[in-house]
């Protein structure tokens, strides 16, 4: 669950929605100078704001400040797919389910496409909404990735990512 983030953000935090980079607004600290970019990557790659004793993630406070509100959606996508990349223009409100279907192949090989030692083929699949959906048995795993991709671009819609 995302933390909820505290009202101070607008007085200590500046954002430029081009380069998506949180600055400091004030003097914070001997290492948290005015105008010093703030933050750190975490292991998951999205940069994450010390503020207060707790990390905040760069991706909500750039939402918050660039959007003039603390109601920031519990998930944000990055549309891109890159985690530290802050740009306003690559941040959107998502579902969980959208959020996952904006997500590159966690393993080697084409996203919907595995192979089948059994059959010696090919299988393509696609999950929505809890249900596995069949696509069919290819001999290529690229005519499988290909299945795969017409099928999320319909079901997934501006979420779409061939991975």
Known sequence: MARILPREIFDYFD???ETGVVRWKIDNGPKNRKGRAVG??????YTEARFRGKNYGCHRIAWAIGHNTLDV???L???NGNPSDNRLCNLRAATSQQNVFNTKSRRNGLKGASFR???NKWISQIKFNEKNKHLGYFDTEIEAHEAYCRAARELHGEFFNPG
């Open 77 to 79: 996508d990055h549309i």
């Open 117 to 119: 030692k059994r059959s």
């Open 73 to 75: 959606p519990p998930i």
């Open 15 to 17: 954002y430029d929605p």
């Open 40 to 45: 750190h990557k975490n292991k998951r790659g």
